[in-house]
């Protein structure tokens, strides 16, 4: 072999075909929505109605959210379990301060919901980041430390309908131009963090932690300080959905948002942020999101029975792990091989 | 193989890099004695030792992973103290290790510039001009490498080349480099040469680790030997022939901590059969026989531990066959291997060999768990005695038996590797690196322990980077260079300079 053929050694067809797979998994997602939708509107054309076109759009909006933040946390190979509990949480406190400021501004219980979260967020961040206990543990706890507080809230406080501003259930309820106003925030949401996952050193220190740690310290990178962002990051938005929760549905019982936190790691690990940090992006988790959401409704809509949604969305996720699996091994194949017939010559 | 021709360089005017007496301990472990080297602008120059010579010791002190003890460092003529990697960079000093610490999910661009991404206005990051600064630095390394390409799946050889062009986009001034051709092909050998001879030219000075001898003396200007972690000395490289470097290297007496013994070995127990897993070992063929020890050495990468492995059944094989007394092995398996009767003491046993939050009893008896079952259910009371018994065979030190094996010293530890596979009674015992860390009391104790077990009629493979313990305990010796068995010697024929020659590939000694 000619040194010049060896120059190009990290570029061969074979391994650069892997990268581009992993850099075109977003675009798969989005064939495979148009494909669910497309099969599910041959056998029942009411599928694309508006309505139910806008359920598609509103339906996930919330998880989405959950999922910018979790995406977050995921890339620094943590996880942040308690992001159900702490929407929950919100949407109660949200409520309880209409039903005392019944003209508070939107913004203000927008803010509001941001502020309880990011308290959450921080608790788990500090926790993980600083005294290094895993965040498996940590945020698993936070998420029964405050469902039980979720719990004792809902035993003395009553969020009535009424008690709710109709401006702030526009907010959840309402359109703007046909596109759900929860979508559009949600849009917004991924919009501007995805710009800066790109954009900002801070942001990129993020995937260095996840991708290899040692080599993160090596280059400078501040890796307790990334990671309680993180969290804390991951908090704020799971409250500020907890605020939209409240906004869509008017009402809180204390099993708001329960179970969600899984349902948002499937977004997130179906829409192709490896589950072990390191890669994924914010809009691969907001599209895994609404692949699982059109799922579920195409099977309503198809007459399936509810039971198998979640067997198909769990059919995904194994699908979608083991697709990330089969593609890091292969490239570690191609690799041992390409070096031993290197060492032919 | 080809090697460019290199202008000698001008070791005049001061000099970059000084180091003075730099020691360095581990505890009482003296990792570094006097490690003293001067480096100049413009020059390759090649630091030279066996494994354990404090070579690395030295390179973590000038990459800031490890403070010195004492000695003095001045860069530029200034006195200097790092106390992390940042601050070494900072200073102008890359480190291109063995094994590259890249980020894998990101773009080779960003993997150069991490944390010190160019920006624009905003303070955002100016990816175009990060791929373009990228594309600038492999043109002058004359390399093609895409900057956008992810860096999972690079070869090592493209993953240090990603790590040279670190170290020049931040203008280093020292760019060490440990044993990077040792997992390269000639080819990727040669690209890097000319990559060397570039940043020559462009005023760096390079610091080259390597267990090559030829590539050394193709390559640098000056070499410096160090030798049980003291230095030994420094000479312009026309002034030294590779006789000389080896036994500047390897020169000393052995200490006699063997006794002598004359053994005859019985019949064969493992027949290895041109064993062959791609890209790690080729062709490998030999054999043990009962009663014998046959030391396995090698540079480190060499590949023993990969054939070690290889032989249990922990990596697959792609060709080639192990056969234990006569039978074949099936491969890919190591609970067949244990069947068999062949006992794996590994080179880690932290990670390897020990369960360490587990108590020392179930420790020992953990590959001998299904003979100490009854209806599937493990009875406490034979585990116990297996562990007294091996306790008092061993001579083992220890508090109480329901402690956690973490509580033990090294060479207790070891032994309770040791006891786990002896209770199996195997007839073969692979055992790498046995004295790894153990102090020199207990080292003898496992030298005594391992002639009683070929008295026994045990066959033993041993794999060790120690010169002297190969020398001294093994009854046959067998070298690996890059994969490949390049030497045999009985223990007659075998002195330090043979195995070094063997080990770096200098001749092809009587293989069988």
Same mark, same amino acid.
């Given at each position: 072999?000619?040194?010049?053929?060896?120059?190009?050694?990290?570029?061969?067809?074979?391994?650069?075909?892997?990268?581009?797979?992993?850099?075109?998994?977003?675009?798969?997602?989005?064939?495979?929505?148009?494909?669910?939708?497309?099969?599910?509107?041959?056998?029942?054309?009411?599928?694309?109605?508006?309505?139910?076109?806008?359920?598609?759009?509103?339906?996930?909006?919330?998880?989405?959210?959950?999922?910018?933040?979790?995406?977050?946390?995921?890339?620094?190979?943590?996880?942040?379990?308690?992001?159900?509990?702490?929407?929950?949480?919100?949407?109660?406190?949200?409520?309880?301060?209409?039903?005392?400021?019944?003209?508070?501004?939107?913004?203000?219980?927008?803010?509001?919901?941001?502020?309880?979260?990011?308290?959450?967020?921080?608790?788990?961040?500090?926790?993980?980041?600083?005294?290094?206990?895993?965040?498996?543990?940590?945020?698993?706890?936070?998420?029964?430390?405050?469902?039980?507080?979720?719990?004792?809230?809902?035993?003395?406080?009553?969020?009535?309908?009424?008690?709710?501003?109709?401006?702030?259930?526009?907010?959840?309820?309402?359109?703007?131009?046909?596109?759900?106003?929860?979508?559009?925030?949600?849009?917004?949401?991924?919009?501007?963090?995805?710009?800066?996952?790109?954009?900002?050193?801070?942001?990129?220190?993020?995937?260095?932690?996840?991708?290899?740690?040692?080599?993160?310290?090596?280059?400078?990178?501040?890796?307790?300080?990334?990671?309680?962002?993180?969290?804390?990051?991951?908090?704020?938005?799971?409250?500020?959905?907890?605020?939209?929760?409240?906004?869509?549905?008017?009402?809180?019982?204390?099993?708001?948002?329960?179970?969600?936190?899984?349902?948002?790691?499937?977004?997130?690990?179906?829409?192709?942020?490896?589950?072990?940090?390191?890669?994924?992006?914010?809009?691969?988790?907001?599209?895994?999101?609404?692949?699982?959401?059109?799922?579920?409704?195409?099977?309503?809509?198809?007459?399936?029975?509810?039971?198998?949604?979640?067997?198909?969305?769990?059919?995904?996720?194994?699908?979608?792990?083991?697709?990330?699996?089969?593609?890091?091994?292969?490239?570690?194949?191609?690799?041992?091989?390409?070096?031993?017939?290197?060492?032919?010559? | 193989?080809?090697?460019?021709?290199?202008?000698?360089?001008?070791?005049?005017?001061?000099?970059?890099?000084?180091?003075?007496?730099?020691?360095?301990?581990?505890?009482?472990?003296?990792?570094?004695?006097?490690?003293?080297?001067?480096?100049?602008?413009?020059?390759?120059?090649?630091?030279?030792?066996?494994?354990?010579?404090?070579?690395?010791?030295?390179?973590?002190?000038?990459?800031?992973?490890?403070?010195?003890?004492?000695?003095?460092?001045?860069?530029?003529?200034?006195?200097?103290?790092?106390?992390?990697?940042?601050?070494?960079?900072?200073?102008?000093?890359?480190?291109? !290790?063995?094994?590259?610490?890249?980020?894998?999910? /990101?773009?080779?661009?960003?993997?150069?510039?991490?944390?010190?991404? %160019?920006?624009?206005?905003?303070?955002?990051?100016?990816?175009?001009?990060?791929?373009?600064?990228?594309?600038?630095?492999?043109?002058?390394?004359?390399?093609?490498?895409?900057?956008?390409?992810?860096?999972?799946?690079?070869?090592?050889?493209?993953?240090?080349?990603?790590?040279?062009?670190?170290?020049?986009?931040?203008?280093?001034?020292?760019?060490?480099?440990?044993?990077?051709?040792?997992?390269?092909?000639?080819?990727?050998?040669?690209?890097?040469?000319?990559?060397?001879?570039?940043?020559?030219?462009?005023?760096?000075?390079?610091?080259?680790?390597?267990?090559?001898?030829?590539?050394?003396?193709?390559?640098?200007?000056?070499?410096?030997?160090?030798?049980?972690?003291?230095?030994?000395?420094?000479?312009?490289?026309?002034?030294?022939?590779?006789?000389?470097?080896? !036994?500047?290297?390897?020169?000393?007496?052995?200490?006699? /901590?063997?006794?002598?013994?004359?053994?005859?070995?019985?019949?064969?127990?493992?027949?290895?059969?041109?064993?062959?897993?791609?890209?790690?070992?080729?062709?490998?063929?030999?054999?043990?026989?009962?009663?014998?020890?046959?030391?396995?050495?090698?540079?480190?990468?060499?590949?023993?531990?990969?054939?070690?492995?290889?032989?249990?059944?922990?990596?697959?094989?792609?060709?080639?066959?192990?056969?234990?007394?006569?039978?074949?092995?099936?491969?890919?398996? %190591?609970?067949?291997?244990?069947?068999?009767?062949?006992?794996?003491?590994?080179?880690?046993?932290?990670?390897?060999?020990?369960?360490?939050?587990?108590?020392?009893?179930?420790?020992?008896?953990?590959?001998?768990?299904?003979?100490?079952?009854?209806?599937?259910?493990?009875?406490?009371?034979?585990?116990?005695?297996?562990?007294?018994?091996?306790?008092?065979?061993?001579?083992?030190? !220890?508090?109480?038996?329901?402690?956690?094996?973490?509580?033990?010293?090294?060479?207790?530890?070891?032994?309770?590797?040791?006891?786990?596979?002896?209770?199996?009674?195997?007839?073969?015992?692979?055992?790498?690196?046995?004295?790894?860390?153990?102090?020199?009391?207990?080292?003898?104790?496992?030298?005594?322990?391992?002639?009683?077990?070929?008295?026994?009629?045990?066959?033993?493979?041993?794999?060790?980077?120690?010169?002297?313990?190969?020398?001294?305990?093994?009854?046959?010796?067998?070298?690996?260079?890059?994969?490949?068995?390049?030497?045999?010697?009985?223990?007659?024929?075998?002195?330090?300079?043979?195995?070094?020659?063997?080990?770096?590939?200098?001749?092809?000694?009587?293989?069988?």
């Amino acid at each position: 072999m000619s040194v010049l053929e060896s120059q190009s050694l990290g570029t061969s067809p074979r391994s650069s075909l892997v990268s581009a797979v992993l850099r075109f998994r977003e675009l798969a997602i989005v064939v495979a929505v148009i494909l669910v939708f497309a099969l599910t509107y041959f056998k029942n054309p009411s599928f694309a109605s508006v309505a139910s076109v806008q359920q598609m759009l509103a339906g996930p909006a919330i998880i989405i959210m959950l999922g910018v933040g979790e995406t977050l946390v995921i890339i620094t190979r943590n996880v942040d379990l308690s992001i159900g509990s702490v929407l929950g949480l919100s949407a109660f406190l949200v409520g309880d301060l209409f039903a005392h400021y019944p003209h508070m501004p939107v913004i203000v219980a927008l803010l509001a919901g941001l502020l309880i979260g990011l308290v959450c967020g921080a608790v788990n961040g500090v926790i993980v980041a600083y005294a290094r206990v895993p965040a498996l543990v940590v945020t698993l706890g936070m998420l029964y430390i405050i469902r039980g507080v979720d719990a004792v809230i809902d035993n003395g406080v009553q969020i009535e309908p009424s008690q709710i501003p109709q401006s702030f259930v526009n907010l959840g309820a309402g359109t703007i131009l046909g596109i759900p106003t929860l979508f559009i925030i949600a849009s917004a949401v991924v919009a501007v963090v995805g710009y800066v996952m790109r954009t900002f050193r801070s942001a990129r220190d993020l995937y260095a932690i996840g991708s290899n740690p040692d080599a993160a310290v090596l280059a400078g990178v501040r890796v307790p300080r990334r990671i309680f962002s993180a969290f804390a990051i991951s908090g704020a938005l799971a409250g500020l959905g907890g605020a939209l929760w409240l906004a869509e549905f008017a009402t809180v019982a204390s099993t708001a948002g329960l179970g969600y936190e899984l349902n948002v790691v499937a977004a997130c690990v179906v829409g192709g942020v490896a589950i072990f940090g390191g890669s994924g992006t914010v809009l691969g988790a907001a599209l895994g999101a609404l692949l699982l959401n059109t799922i579920d409704q195409a099977l309503v809509a198809a007459r399936v029975s509810s039971f198998w949604n979640q067997a198909v969305a769990g059919l995904l996720l194994l699908v979608a792990i083991a697709f990330d699996r089969y593609v890091s091994l292969r490239a570690e194949r191609i690799l041992r091989v390409e070096g031993a017939h290197h060492d032919d010559n | 193989m080809t090697v460019p021709s290199v202008a000698p360089a001008s070791s005049t005017g001061e000099p970059v890099l000084v180091v003075e007496s730099a020691t360095k301990y581990f505890g009482p472990v003296k990792a570094l004695v006097n490690g003293s080297i001067t480096l100049f602008a413009g020059e390759a120059h090649a630091l030279l030792g066996e494994n354990g010579a404090g070579k690395s010791t030295l390179v973590k002190i000038l990459a800031g992973v490890h403070g010195a003890d004492g000695g003095h460092v001045t860069l530029d003529g200034q006195p200097v103290r790092f106390s992390s990697p940042i601050d070494a960079r900072e200073a102008g000093v890359a480190v291109i !290790y063995q094994e590259p610490t890249l980020f894998p999910d /990101l773009s080779v661009a960003e993997n150069i510039f991490m944390g010190r991404h %160019p920006l624009r206005s905003g303070r955002r990051i100016d990816r175009s001009e990060m791929v373009e600064r990228a594309r600038q630095v492999f043109a002058r390394l004359g390399v093609h490498l895409s900057p956008h390409r992810v860096a999972r799946g690079l070869s090592v050889a493209d993953q240090q080349i990603v790590e040279i062009a670190k170290a020049i986009s931040f203008n280093a001034k020292i760019i060490i480099m440990d044993e990077p051709t040792a997992a390269l092909s000639d080819v990727e050998v040669q690209r890097l040469f000319d990559v060397v001879a570039t940043l020559r030219k462009e005023g760096a000075a390079i610091m080259f680790i390597s267990h090559r001898l030829e590539e050394v003396f193709a390559m640098c200007q000056r070499v410096t030997i160090m030798r049980d972690g003291a230095f030994v000395r420094t000479a312009p490289i026309e002034d030294l022939t590779i006789d000389e470097v080896i !036994y500047a290297m390897v020169g000393r007496d052995i200490v006699s /901590l063997y006794g002598e013994h004359a053994r005859t070995p019985g019949l064969n127990v493992l027949e290895v059969e041109h064993l062959t897993r791609e890209g790690v070992f080729t062709d490998i063929s030999f054999n043990v026989r009962a009663g014998e020890i046959v030391g396995l050495a090698g540079l480190v990468g060499a590949g023993r531990t990969e054939v070690a492995r290889g032989i249990f059944g922990i990596d697959r094989v792609d060709a080639g066959r192990v056969r234990l007394l006569g039978q074949t092995l099936k491969s890919g398996s %190591p609970l067949a291997a244990m069947r068999a009767g062949i006992g794996f003491v590994p080179e880690d046993r932290r990670q390897q060999g020990l369960v360490m939050e587990m108590a020392i009893d179930r420790n020992a008896s953990l590959a001998s768990i299904h003979e100490l079952s009854r209806f599937g259910l493990i009875r406490r009371s034979s585990e116990r005695r297996l562990a007294t018994e091996w306790a008092a065979r061993l001579h083992l030190k !220890y508090g109480r038996f329901a402690n956690p094996v973490k509580t033990l010293s090294g060479g207790n530890q070891q032994k309770v590797v040791l006891a786990k596979w002896l209770a199996r009674k195997p007839r073969l015992l692979i055992i790498d690196e046995p004295t790894r860390g153990i102090d020199i009391g207990t080292k003898a104790e496992v030298h005594r322990l391992l002639g009683e077990l070929v008295e026994q009629g045990v066959a033993i493979l041993m794999i060790s980077s120690e010169m002297p313990e190969v020398l001294g305990v093994a009854d046959r010796i067998l070298v690996l260079h890059e994969g490949r068995l390049s030497g045999e010697f009985t223990r007659e024929e075998a002195d330090e300079e043979s195995i070094m020659r063997a080990a770096a590939g200098q001749v092809k000694a009587g293989v069988s």
